[in-house]
């Protein structure tokens, strides 16, 4: 398949200039994917697929347009590819519209990322099956009577894409992926139901915990829900858990963008060079760690993949600026988008922290919320658990927490020594002081 | 991955364009279509264009019932869309994608087999249909000898279609969206705009010999803008769209988008931080129904009450809100998102009323559901395409006009919050606990209303807000806006909603003055 991708990539190319093009990009991807899923201790879902797919970028008279097919047919793209040409010029031109200057492909490193299993083709209907059962029966024992519902799921699947610039790029990727996932539904006081999941994704089939441990996970979890309550309005310290770090810091991370600056958008536009956390916050890029979710050896640009310090010491050093913001802000291209993102771990553990730090809130989830990556105001509902001094005292539910990430960044003041693996970004949980939780 | 109990519903606000290397496509789009579409006929149109005909269909039925499956259903679909974007000043960006293909489901009780293909051939059909078959394990069994053609209203006629339109006529809206926006004031610094055209044709062929066909038209025109004072920015926007035509936009809806987009925008300078903990909440006519959304149409979801996960499952037939609360979930308004001729397992497009006076009368129920219920299909079978099997999904959910004025509830609630946009989201089904997030809104004061605040999260609990739903207004409004879309197992699905304005009395404000 990879060569038969990289012949018709080619080909594409030079039926697009023929067509009238100055410049075109050409990605093609596939994809076999495999879900199961059980409840009641027999499957309740099963679906297999197989995708496919071609994506055309054209660049005519300084104008530009994008499309896609599933039609792989020579004759068939062939057509595509005049009209789509042809059609483009019908745009308005945009003088910041072309290909990466070829400079920003050099460098590539040749590293084995460490995404694809090699034992993928020879897993059996069965041995899916039975991971899901276990994963089940894991959370089933663990949950006990309190169980309601609970629902097992795997899936895996193989992908390959290859990127091709008329201008002397081309790349290819391949990768497998497993997902084991449940999620328990509990009884609890009245018309109460909680429910949480536990989830594990992973490149290489070995690196998924045992299937059992993720149904143990989301039957804990569930039952740490049970009896949660909202208490007055109050100004604590808060950790936010590893696996939720992302969702609130992504209305930090939104603002890091070149599109966001260039159309007015972020609160850090004016910021590069200042600081903008506490200085417990560094943020690391970096592309290369073997088996990382978001490992990569080049970006869609085509540039050649580095590892970046974005946020050092809470300065902030370098946006997130693809070729084509770069030429709008006539600033030096990055990369337009993160690949593994790290806070650097520390040492202790979220339970020594959590006795020192008194009365607070560990939150283990969000629901709703937004941020304005305008302004940086946040608003966001919070799910976990009321501690004092280590010990959960009360679980926590329909209360929120409100800020702006100019300031709560400031009161950072601890980082843990968890960084969540099952995520591209691999942060670990966070420590914030004087959070005003919003309840009663 | 599977299932995460959490349903959020999305405002989108832009869509960007974006390369999709594994979005299925074929070789049409918005460089030129006209004269290359089959015509508004939609009915036969699979087989003139694809040549499905009934006894493909039923080859394809019976090896997805080779293994013993109760029942199997054949959704065909042919989606073209496209988007012109203006960034700067320019419209100097278009994306297209064109989805071909067919999902086969194959049912044994409550368990689901799926396979699908983008390749219509009968080779491809047959090997997806076999993959269906795999969750049950029997005789084999056969489909309906004859299909029956479901006739359908139609609530969302077209004039034209949208393939039919040349994009000559298409890129002086999204200019004219801009240049209005400039023109309203000075403090407009930047301004996106957008529009999009979809046209989604289906065919769904049952086992039990029905065969649906539908045309789904989809559209918005969309503007955002950002402002400049004193060295201070804020951001919002606006658009109008729906299950719409091109003839739709008018001079006088490309001005209104453009004004509400910039005076919802510079009001934003104004705003104050909002307080933070319980307080009595208004909720404005119109786009705040994201609020019954996720409050209770999401729990009222079927799959949810015959699992036992939902914090409804034990309440139809009993009193949850007051008499003047009645609460609707509804395919048949004319040009809304959530409409439905036909739903996406071929049940007719149809209204079903889940709380009628204040008392719990149905669940919103796709067939798998019907079945256990023992109840008929509510027409709410809907998915996002023909990769995914249809599960109950919302259509328009809204509140019906209550007795009171929108004076008297604000009044009533003497000091708390006025909620007017609601940009998402997000409710937890088991708990029944929700939140959405007020883009914009006003503080009450002394029973009437103050200074803007924005950007402010709102929690509550499903039964709670309704029980706690004091007073209803009689100024019903739908949103009228088309970039709605309700997430749901990993499937986005449009969706609409309306109200009147609503007094609830105690939810949780997440402000920062505490």
Not at chain 2, 444 to 458: F, M, Q, S, T, Y
């Amino acid at each position: 398949m990879k060569q038969d991708m990289y012949d018709l990539a080619a080909w594409g190319i030079k039926e697009a200039k023929a067509a009238g093009a100055d410049a075109c990009r050409i990605g093609i991807g596939g994809e076999r994917t495999v879900e199961i899923s059980y409840r009641d201790r027999k499957p309740e879902n099963i679906k297999e697929a197989s995708t496919k797919g071609l994506s055309l970028e054209i660049f005519v008279n300084g104008r530009y347009s994008t499309m896609s097919t599933s039609d792989l047919r020579k004759d068939a793209l062939k057509d595509f590819i005049g009209r789509a040409v042809a059609q483009t010029k019908l745009l308005a031109e945009d003088p910041f519209r072309s290909l990466p200057d070829p400079k920003y492909y050099r460098g590539r490193q040749e590293l084995d990322l460490g995404q694809v299993d090699p034992d993928y083709k020879t897993l059996s209907p069965d041995e899916r099956h039975a991971f899901v059962k276990a994963i089940e029966e894991g959370c089933l024992a663990e949950g006990g009577d309190k169980v309601i519902s609970v629902t097992a799921g795997s899936t895996d699947g193989y992908s390959e894409s290859l990127l091709m610039a008329s201008n002397g790029f081309d790349g290819y990727t391949e990768a497998t992926y497993f997902v084991g996932s449940a999620e328990m539904t509990g009884k609890d006081e009245g018309d109460r139901r909680p429910a949480e999941y536990g989830v594990a994704v992973a490149f290489r089939r070995k690196d998924l915990p045992k299937p059992e441990m993720i149904g143990i996970d989301a039957a804990r979890r569930t039952l740490a829900l049970f009896g949660a309550k909202k208490f007055k309005t109050e100004t604590l310290p808060v950790i936010i858990e590893n696996r939720v770090v992302a969702r609130f810091g992504g209305g930090f991370l939104q603002a890091m963008f070149g599109r966001g600056i260039q159309q007015k958008q972020s609160f850090l536009a004016d910021k590069k060079g200042q600081k903008v956390a506490s200085d417990k916050l560094t943020l690391i890029d970096d592309p290369f760690i073997k088996g990382a979710l978001g490992s990569r050896l080049f970006d869609s640009d085509g540039f050649a993949a580095k590892k970046r310090v974005m946020i050092d010491a809470g300065v902030l050093k370098e946006f997130y600026v693809d070729w084509y913001y770069s030429r709008k802000l006539s600033w030096e291209p990055t990369t337009g988008s993160p690949s593994t993102l790290i806070i650097p771990p520390w040492k202790r553990s979220v339970a020594e922290i959590m006795k020192d730090l008194g009365r607070g809130i560990l939150i283990t989830g969000f629901i709703g919320g937004n941020s304005n990556s305008t302004t940086g105001d946040t608003s966001i509902g919070i799910v976990g658990q009321l501690f004092e001094n280590g010990v959960p005292i009360q679980a926590v539910s329909e209360m929120n927490i409100a800020d702006n990430h100019l300031k709560i960044w400031q009161r950072l003041v601890e980082v843990a020594n968890d960084p969540y693996p099952y995520s591209s970004q691999r942060f670990p949980s966070l420590v914030f002081k004087d959070v005003v939780v919003s309840g009663v | 991955m599977t299932t995460i109990s959490r349903r959020s519903f999305l405002k989108t606000g832009a869509t960007a364009a974006a390369v999709s290397v594994a979005a299925p496509a074929l070789n049409k789009g918005w460089y030129g279509l006209a004269g290359a579409d089959a015509g508004a006929d939609v009915q036969g149109y699979f087989e003139r264009e694809f040549g499905i005909s009934d006894a493909v269909c039923r080859k394809i039925l019976a090896e997805g019932l080779a293994k013993g499956g109760d029942y199997a259903d054949l959704y065909f679909e042919h989606t073209i869309s496209n988007y012109l974007i203006l960034e700067d000043g320019k419209v100097n960006r278009a994306y297209s994608d064109i989805a071909l293909g067919v999902g086969i489901r194959t049912v044994k009780g409550d368990q689901v087999g799926y396979g699908f293909t983008q390749e219509l051939a009968e080779k491809s059909m047959l090997a997806a249909a076999a993959t269906a078959a795999t969750i049950a394990a029997g005789a084999a069994k056969g489909p309906a000898r004859n299909f029956a053609q479901l006739k359908t209203a139609d609530y969302y006629p077209l004039k034209t279609l949208f393939t039919a339109v040349p994009i000559e006529r298409k890129l002086p809206l999204v200019q004219t969206v801009n240049d209005r926006c400039f023109a309203l004031s000075p403090l407009v610094v930047k301004v996106n705009a957008q529009f999009h055209d979809q046209q989604k044709r289906i065919l769904v062929v049952t086992s039990d010999g029905v065969k649906a066909e539908d045309l789904q038209p989809r559209t918005y025109l969309a503007a955002g803008v950002v402002a400049e004072k004193n060295g201070k920015r804020e951001r919002a926007g606006w658009n109008f769209g729906g299950r719409r035509d091109f003839s739709y936009f008018t001079p006088a809806i490309i001005d209104e988008i453009a004004k509400t987009a910039v005076n919802r925008t510079l009001v934003l300078f104004d705003a104050v931080q909002p307080p933070a903990g319980e307080m009595p909440v208004v909720l404005g006519p119109g786009v705040t129904g994201v609020l019954l959304h996720e409050a209770i149409g999401h729990g009222l979801e079927a799959d949810f009450n015959r699992k036992k996960i939902s914090t409804y499952c034990t309440m139809i037939g009993k009193k949850v809100a007051e008499p003047f609360v009645t609460i609707v979930d509804d395919g048949t308004q004319p040009n809304l998102l959530g409409s439905i001729n036909v739903d996406d397992e071929g049940t007719p497009g149809q209204k079903t009323v889940l709380v009628d006076k204040g008392i719990l009368t149905s669940y919103i129920h796709d067939k798998i559901s019907a079945k256990f219920y023992g109840v008929k299909p509510t027409g709410n079978g809907r998915r996002q395409s023909y990769q995914h099997y249809p599960i109950p999904r919302m259509r328009n959910t809204y509140m019906e006009a209550g007795p009171a004025t929108p004076e008297d509830v604000i009044k009533a609630a003497g000091k708390g919050i006025y909620v007017q946009d609601v940009s998402n989201g997000e409710v937890k089904i088991g708990e029944g606990d929700f939140a959405f997030f007020v883009s914009q809104g006003r503080m009450i004061e002394n029973g009437k209303l103050d200074a803007p605040i924005k950007d402010v999260n709102i929690m509550g609990n499903g039964p709670k807000m309704l029980a706690n739903t004091t007073m209803v207004a009689g100024d019903f409004q739908f949103n009228q806006g088309g970039t709605g879309a309700c997430g749901k197992d990993g499937q986005a699905a449009p969706c609409g909603f309306g109200q009147p304005t609503i007094l609830v009395k105690s939810l949780t404000v997440g402000g920062t003055r505490s």
